[in-house]
């Protein structure tokens, strides 16, 4: 064997492995393979008494001996290993630079199908890329009116982290970014025994910076703003769902920036009511309608969205179309049915709220709250809510965020348009 770990699988536990799953959990792992440090040759021990430390490239095998993939080890986490590729893991580790200079540069070169180098966009997602943890956004600023690169970067697993040189260099080399922050203080990272972390790499930039989406412009925050400062995932669902706002009074809830907001009032929508629970996000939401001259057709107002759709229900309010776009319910499969009851009771309340023959926009972007469980939740929300519901679309995030099959995390953000009879 060569000198890397070989960490050999339970039986039939390669299954999904072989279908796209790119993770092995220390549960699924039979024993490691590993030549002994003081010369005594190969051993073969439970992964407990294996001398392999986090952070090092191993090898994965299933119980019959198939080579399936090579990968970061971290006993820290209950995730094992993460792959990071195909090959040998000597292949792989015989230049790191090279290796990472193509995987960055495949991620950019595919985003090039859709969008071009001056549009905002999600450049690399992770496993979906087949760069394990790691997040990019390319934002274009346009605030001093010259077009500026700004790359927002997350290093959530430590099989990134480990290889954060090279990646950034290739980042670097491929993109020309004017300034590049991290955002890599999620408390995922302390799962995976990082400590979390943010601030420029490089020299220090604008931290508020001005970006344009389907013609809206928008202040975004890339050191404060939730996660990476902006979401950039649901930019075709906030133009699609504009289609249905000319002449109405929409409803936007949740709304962070007031992207979907702003995107039904530069549509033609007679009046948009976009809310937010931070008064952080309501004031950046405020400057976002000045920016862009909507103040006539909308305002932003602070409050809890479910007190005020429980209080617009008892008012007597009524909207032609109410968009629910709220941070995810649930980051376990543990909560799963609170965050069933919490998607319930928004979307029962919001058909009660549409006119009929309103139209409901209404998203879940928690990876655990599954397409089937989604679709269940409105189902039930229509049934309590003595509604008729016709499902007009159903869509997803943008094509800067690819499915990567085997691994139904990728496919995290569902949003369906809904008519509400």
Known sequence: MNNFPHIILKSKEEQEISQGFPWVFDNEIHSVKWN????????????????????SPVEVYSNKGAF???????????????????????????????????????????????????QSCRLIFGEADFIPGLIVERYIDISEGKEKVYLVVQFLALA????????????????????????????????EGLEQKSGWIGSPRNESILIEENGIKLNVDIAHGQKTGYFLDQKFNRQRAASYCHGKRVLDTFTHTG?????????????????DISPEAV?????????????????????????????????????????????????????????????KEINLRAMRLLKEGGILVTCSCSAYFDEPTFYSMLTHAAKDSHKK?????????????PLLLGYPR?????????RVL
């Open 36 to 55: 002994a440090k003081d010369g005594s040759g190969v051993k073969n021990t439970p992964l407990a008494e294996a001398q392999v430390q986090s952070g």
């Open 283 to 343: 004031e950046l939401v405020k400057k976002n309608i000045e920016a862009n001259g909507l103040s006539s057709q909308m305002k932003a107002l602070c409050s809890d969205v479910f007190d005020l759709l429980k209080d617009y229900e008892a008012q007597g309010e009524k909207f032609d179309v109410i968009i629910l776009d709220p941070p995810a319910f649930t980051k376990s499969a543990k909560q799963i049915q609170k965050a069933y009851s919490g998607y």
């Open 259 to 275: 992207a979907f907001g702003l995107n039904a009032a530069k549509a033609g929508a007679k009046e948009v009511i976009s809310v």
């Open 160 to 191: 990134c982290e480990v290889f954060r040189k090279e990646i950034l260099e290739a980042l670097k080399e491929t993109c020309k970014p004017w300034g590049m922050y991290e955002r890599s203080d999620a408390a995922v990272r302390e799962k």
């Open 389 to 401: 519901v016709q499902v007009l679309e159903k869509r997803g995030a943008g094509p800067d965020h």
């Open 410 to 418: 990728s496919e995290y953000l569902k949003c369906a348009i809904c």
């Open 68 to 118: 399936l993939g090579s990968g970061i080890f971290n006993k820290t986490s209950k995730i094992s290993i993460r792959f990071i590729g195909s090959d040998h893991a000597d292949q792989i580790m015989e230049d790191t630079a090279s290796y990472w200079a193509k995987k960055v540069r495949d991620a950019v070169n595919i985003r090039g199908l859709n969008f071009t180098a001056s």
